[in-house]
């Protein structure tokens, strides 16, 4: 049996190595379907891992909870621009569920930096000391403020690593320095490691953080002491983010009196719905591509049959002489299989190198990231061979099912 | 010992279109172990029918053939295949040798069928090879061999599997004289050694080589009679 496979294999390659150019051209649909699978579920697959990346920035098991739109006289007014949510609010999120690991809250406003003779318009976060926590902050230098600069309103600073490039020159250190915020002087103490690009695109490193009551007594000025922009909170577990943003809700319904029908005057989201929200629009891409991959592969094999048939009728007498001297409709029907078999997956092996070259191509070329992953490759090799025995099957049957007689007799 | 080859009343009727065509009408004949058997005819008379019939290409529609006292009339394709490949081999008008394929590899294909080990098929086909005397060309393709040479090789196909049938369908035919009788020797060879032969043909001259000649006419047998043949032991 082995002995039979192995030379019904050496015979379609020298029958398809005989017809080279017809072979190629045949083979050139399965090539470029599995081609562009690799090459597109790499460069997706990319995309999706940068975009994870960007999740992770978020911090782990992350909760944030922004203060809803405020409607005067009909008119909408931005998200955010209520004064809804309080550190009152945190504090009692921070009591009342016992699976928050840590609860954050921070206010934003956008101010000019100073050092010396340089200067940058950028935002500054006034934070609560475990805000820098939740946020899985690192520090290139330096280190965070604590709860007793909090309590004092301590002028202490943290800066990101594009304000730090703004306005310190290239070698100065910048822990130690003095800057101004809104002509108030900060010591800065801390110099951020970069995160890069969040979800939404902004640049995650043009921060200042300094510590909340500081920012709201002395810098930005507040109407309602103690109003928040947004409360951050985590859980240990990934599994309890659902509960924990539902149990929250519950807290901050009852604390703000809303009633029944009242819709709430705050957002919650989780880490894990923004993931989904991203995943989602990737996966929609992925499926497209997929849909694609697919029509091609199916063309692909359609060609494979078509050149299948021909070579039936090409060799018809050959099939006859077979027949007369003993081969069974199996070993007919595995010779024309093995024959499509090895064209689709010739051209699956060629399709996968030319997908990965693409996909090198396209992060050279373009800068992309693409992941090309030992399953993709997997996957791809075996709808090759899926389509040489499903398009291989109809040709190879007609071949088995001839009348040796007739086989024989055609000319 | 009973006879290798036993029909009965064997019928063949092809339907052509809406047209009826009686190919064979009531052939009975036996025929012993060892015999070398000339079935003579016009074209058209059935001698080709019958003899896809005797090989186990095609089946009866009516009446019984019994080969090595097996009915082969009720015999599934690959039943049929295996018997093929067991017992008999086939020469044909136009040697039927596959395209661009050596010569070895061409008389390796009924034991690759039967699923010899590689190296075995090629020592038997080798041999097989040799006693039709075409030592030396095994890698040839067909299209670098004489038509003599060419036959050759389907003998070799056909004696590779030590068959108890071998048969000859018009092997001349498309042979020149001195070609025509090197063939002929060869399978007068193969029959002193017990291969029954049955040979199909229209010439007298080479059914001269036979012991027994069966003419075919119209479907029917005409006449059935030994010859003195130049074979010098007249078949059991």
Known sequence: MLAFVWLTVITALRVLGRNRLRAGLTMLGIIIGVGAVIAMVSIGEGAKQAVQ?????????VIMIWPSYMTIGGVRGAQGGAVTLTVADALELKKRIPILSETGWLIRSTMQIVNGSRNWNGPVHGVSPSYVTIRDWSFSSGGSFTQTDMESAARVALLGQTVVENIFEPGEEPVGAIIRIKNVPFRVIGVLSPKGQSVQGSDQDDVVFIPFTTAERKVFGTLFLGSVGGVFVSTERTEDL????????????????LQGEQPDDFTIRTQVEIGKVQEGTSETLTVMLMIIASVSLLVGGIGIMNILLVSVTERTREIGIR???????????IQFLIEALTLSVVGGCIGILFGVLAARLTTVIA????????????????????????????PANKAARLNPIDALRYE | MNPLIVGEDIWKVYRVGDVEVQALRGVSVTIEQGEFVAIMGSSGSGKSTLMNILGCLDQPTKGQYRLNGVEVGQLRPDQLAEIRNQQIGFVFQSFNLIPRTSALENAQLPLFYRGLSLKEQRTLASAALQRVGLKGREHHSPTQLSGGQQQRVAIARALVTSPSLLLADEPTGNLDTESSQDIMGILEGLNRDGITVILVTHEVDIAAYASREIVVKDGQILSDRATKGRSQVVGA
Do not use: C
Request: aromatic letters at 10%; proline letters at 2%.
């Open chain 1, 53 to 61: 990346k960007q999740i992770a920035t978020m911090g782990t098991n």
């Open chain 1, 242 to 257: 659902a509960d924990a943003a539902e149990q929250i809700r519950q807290v901050m319904r009852a604390r703000h009196r």
């Open chain 1, 323 to 333: 027949m007369a001297v003993g081969a069974k409709r199996f070993h007919i029907l």
């Open chain 1, 367 to 394: 800068g992309w990231p693409t992941i090309i992953s030992s399953d993709t490759v997997a996957v791809a090799f075996v709808f090759s061979v899926v389509v040489g025995l499903f398009f291989g099957l109809y």
